[in-house]
Structures are given as structure tokens and as C-alpha cells.
């Protein structure tokens, strides 16, 4: 079966910290895709990140960076440096090979606070 | 500007009630799908299309119907079968079928019960 899980219901931090979210997903399949969302206050989910299973390379883009490791099957997503406009709900997904949906974690809501 | 528009953003339903949730989309993909959004439960699946005249139950279909008649537009009723309606809902859409593809999201429809 898969699964996602994202065992940090909410995040705190002050600006300028940095801060870690954790995913830990589950899947028989060898070929699956992960991802991460953001969600701000106004309700839109904005796609941040796409990794198939056989690019296990870190990815790095301004801030932002994504720690996929297949030995514990997770996708950390690290933000350096937050700010206030982090603020929002980070969602990690997974969809396996031929799969029609993706199956979300339940969300890590970040604060950051000034 | 290309993208997924919902309507209304807030809907308050009735007892007994059905309503309807609008979800337009000018982006030309083929794949349009629903999720519902609950505190603490991260996305949930109610319907997915791939194509028009055609669409499959997700996760979580029951109280729920769609219709997708054109490509760009996929409603879903909320049916007075559906007893706990009050939740966040979220229409999003592919270029195509398929996993690995990445979602893009509308702003949301806030749906309470008076």
C-alpha cells in the first residue's frame, strides 16, 4: 500500500532559522514520483518539486532545498534562512508508476514569525 | 492568465440541500480532478476525469457527484447523501494522464453547513 507521512503536524520558528520538514512514504513499486506543495493562506496549492525514484540527487534552488534518501525512504524538504512569507502548509505527495492520483501527507503547517 | 478558476469561494448549504462547486479551467489539459481538504487529514480524493463523458470514483466518492461534459469544466455536487460536508475543496487539473505529472490547483471553495 502506499502512504505518506508527515509526522510534524506544525512548525514554529523565527526568521531567519532555518527548518526542516520531514516526509516518510511507503511503496512496493521501484518507479514512483514524489513531490512537494505549498499551500499559503489564500488556499492554492503551488507545486514546488518533482523527483522520480531513480534521481536520488539533492536538489538546491535559492532557499529551498529537497534531501531524498531511498535507504529511508524520505524526501526532506529544508528551508534555509525562513522568512515570514514561508508561512503556509507544506504538503509532500507520492504517485506511483501508472497510478492515476497521488496520495498527500496530511500537511506540516511552518509559522514563521518576525 | 492561464489557470483553474473555482466558484463561488464560500458556499453555505442547507439541510437537505444539494450544491454545486464550479471548476473552470483554460490551461487545455485533459485530466481534472476534485479533493477534499480537512484539518488535520491532509487531500482526499472525491473524483478524478481524463477525459471527457468519462470519470472515476477517488477515494472518497460517496455523497459526491461529477459531470464532465466539456474539457474545461468538471462540477461537483455536493448531495444531501453526503452528511458531513463542511470542508475545503479543491479542484485541480493535469496536461495529461498519467503519474508523475504535476497538479495545478484553483483557490479552493470554502462549503458550511447552516
Known amino acids: 500500500a502506499q502512504k505518506v507521512t508527515q509526522a510534524q503536524t506544525e512548525i514554529s520558528v523565527v526568521e531567519k532559522e532555518d527548518v526542516t520538514l520531514d516526509c516518510v512514504y511507503e511503496t512496493r513499486d521501484t518507479t514512483y514520483y514524489l513531490f512537494w506543495y505549498k499551500q499559503p493562506p489564500s488556499g492554492e496549492l503551488v507545486f514546488l518539486i518533482r523527483r522520480n525514484s531513480f534521481d536520488e540527487q539533492n536538489e538546491i534552488s535559492g532557499r529551498y532545498s529537497w534531501n531524498f534518501q531511498k535507504s529511508t525512504s524520505s524526501f526532506n524538504f529544508t528551508i534555509t534562512a525562513s522568512q515570514v512569507v514561508d508561512s503556509a502548509v507544506y504538503f509532500c505527495a507520492l504517485s506511483e508508476w501508472g497510478a492515476d492520483k497521488l496520495i498527500f501527507g496530511t500537511g506540516t503547517r511552518l509559522q514563521v514569525f518576525p | 492568465d492561464g489557470g483553474i478558476t473555482q466558484s463561488p469561494k464560500y458556499l453555505f448549504r442547507k439541510e437537505g440541500q444539494n450544491v454545486t462547486l464550479s471548476c473552470e479551467q483554460n490551461l487545455n489539459h485533459d485530466a481534472m480532478y476534485w479533493y477534499r481538504q480537512d484539518p488535520g487529514q491532509g487531500l482526499r480524493l472525491i473524483y478524478y476525469?481524463?477525459?471527457?463523458?468519462?470519470?472515476q470514483k477517488g477515494d472518497i466518492a460517496e455523497g459526491y457527484s461529477v459531470s464532465r461534459e466539456k474539457k474545461e469544466s468538471f462540477p461537483l455536487t455536493v448531495t444531501s447523501a453526503q452528511k458531513n460536508p463542511t470542508a475545503f475543496y479543491l479542484c485541480?487539473?493535469?496536461?495529461?494522464?498519467?503519474?508523475?505529472?504535476?497538479?495545478?490547483f484553483g483557490s479552493g471553495t470554502q462549503l458550511s453547513v447552516l
Open positions: 476525469s481524463q477525459i471527457v463523458n468519462d470519470f
Open positions: 485541480a487539473s493535469t496536461p495529461a494522464k498519467g503519474s508523475g505529472e504535476k497538479l495545478f
